[in-house]
T-cell receptor
Framework: GAVVSQHPSWVICKSGTSVKIECRSL??????MFWYRQFPKQSLMLMAT?????????EQGVEKDKFLINHASLTLSTLTVTSAHPEDSSFYIC???????????FGPGTRLTVL | TQLLEQSPQFLSIQEGENLTVYCNSS?????LQWYRQEPGEGPVLLVT?????EVKKLKRLTFQFGDARKDSSLHITAAQPGDTGLYLC???????????FGGGTRLMVKP
């Protein structure tokens, strides 16, 4: 149990386009989902926390208008990178938790490359 | 802001050697987790330590949580090439399940 999937696993896009990444909890309901960003050879940095049905909470320095997060259901959260630029190229990882105070289960990550 | 310092950042050893990775903070965490991450994949939870002074063993891996719940260590005995990967410690906040990740230790075990 507690499986989290991400789609796509990798994406290449042109500069200026928008890219949507999906995060799904496959066998449990997740009231809270987290989005992380990981640059090569670095650790995970939390970008934002989303709770089902409410607005996401963004970490300091993360542009909410650039990284749109939607947590419309208890099993799906989406991250849309708007007007992507090469510096947005990174490994994006989501995690899901049944609720606050519970363990996070991580997805396999999505590698975004912006040309 | 809670910060976790992880050391060493990189470690290259021969198969059969022992190693220890350290995770230190000036803040107290409710618990601390250790993850292992393979290239191109998400992190996988190895263990959660909760009680100050707690020691947990997972085969050749020994995890310890400091008495003050500010630091932790991961010791691997007789490392094998299959242990190669990125090891991450993460402190769990007192306020809930927010995770603060350390900088990671990239381990390479040569056969």
């Amino acid at each position: 149990g507690a499986v989290v999937s991400q789609h796509p696993s990798w994406v290449i896009c042109k500069s200026g386009t928008s890219v949507k990444i999906e995060c799904r909890s496959l066998d449990f309901q997740a009231t809270t989902m987290f989005w992380y960003r990981q640059f090569p050879k670095q650790s995970l940095m939390l970008m934002a926390t989303s709770n089902e049905g409410s607005k996401a909470t963004y970490e300091q320095g993360v542009e909410k208008d650039k990284f749109l997060i939607n947590h419309a259901s208890l099993t799906l959260s989406t991250l849309t990178v708007t007007s992507a630029h090469p510096e947005d190229s990174s490994f994006y990882i989501c995690s899901a938790a049944r609720d606050r105070g519970h363990e996070q289960f991580f997805g396999p990550g999505t590698r975004l490359t912006v040309l | 802001t809670q910060l976790l310092e992880q050391s060493p950042q990189f470690l290259s050893i021969q198969e059969g050697e022992n190693l220890t990775v350290y995770c230190n903070s000036s803040s107290v965490f409710s618990s601390l987790q250790w993850y292992r991450q393979e290239p191109g994949e998400g992190p996988v939870l190895l263990v959660t330590v909760v009680t100050g002074g707690e020691v947990k063993k997972l085969k050749r891996l020994t995890f310890q949580f400091g008495d003050a719940r500010k630091d932790s260590s991961l010791h691997i005995t007789a490392a094998q090439p299959g242990d190669t990967g990125l090891y991450l410690c993460a402190g769990v906040s007192n306020a809930g399940n927010m995770l603060t990740f350390g900088g990671g230790t990239r381990l390479m075990v040569k056969p």
